[in-house]
């Protein structure tokens, strides 16, 4: 397997690229080319990636230095997601929602003065009638 990389900026806001995978096996042997684009401005960047595969875009888009969104765009999925800080709590909460009906969020608590942040999420799957829950420590 060979996969090669391009990337240029076009101007302060734009870069255009691609991704080259050539593969050969006792089998079969082919190649897959993906072009990629990125446009960005000082709150918000939009990429779009076009290939075989099919095609990703994303749109990041920051309001102020509490608050930020994001939509991305995914097959047949498309989901939008958010950041939230807080720091005189010394708290980041994330979430998203998507059109698979999945809905979720990851609140994280900086443990000061220990060099600790407790980790808590949820994901609730309406579709699947599932519900994923769970808590960590990151340590460093």
């Known amino acids: 397997i060979l996969v090669a990389h391009f990337l240029q900026?076009?101007?302060?806001g734009l870069v255009l690229g691609g991704e080259l995978v050539y593969h050969r096996g006792r089998a079969e042997e082919g190649g897959i080319l993906t072009l990629a684009g990125q446009y960005?401005?000082?709150?918000?960047?939009?990429?779009?990636?076009?290939?075989?595969?099919?095609?990703?875009a994303s749109y990041y888009h920051r309001a102020n230095k509490q608050f930020e969104a994001s939509t991305r765009t995914q097959e047949t999925t498309a989901s939008f997601g958010?950041?939230?800080?807080?720091?005189?709590?010394?708290m980041v909460f994330r979430g998203m929602v998507n059109s698979r009906c999945i809905i979720g969020g990851v609140l994280e608590k900086r443990?000061?003065?220990l060099p600790a942040t407790l980790i808590m999420g949820a994901f609730v799957n309406h579709r699947g009638d599932k519900l994923?829950?769970?808590l960590g420590v990151n340590v460093g």
């Open 9 to 12: 900026s076009v101007s302060s």
């Open 40 to 56: 960005s401005r000082p709150n918000w960047v939009a990429t779009l990636n076009a290939g075989k595969g099919g095609a990703h």
């Open 82 to 90: 958010y950041r939230m800080e807080l720091p005189e709590a010394n």
């Open 111 to 113: 443990l000061t003065p």
């Open 132 to 134: 994923q829950v769970g």
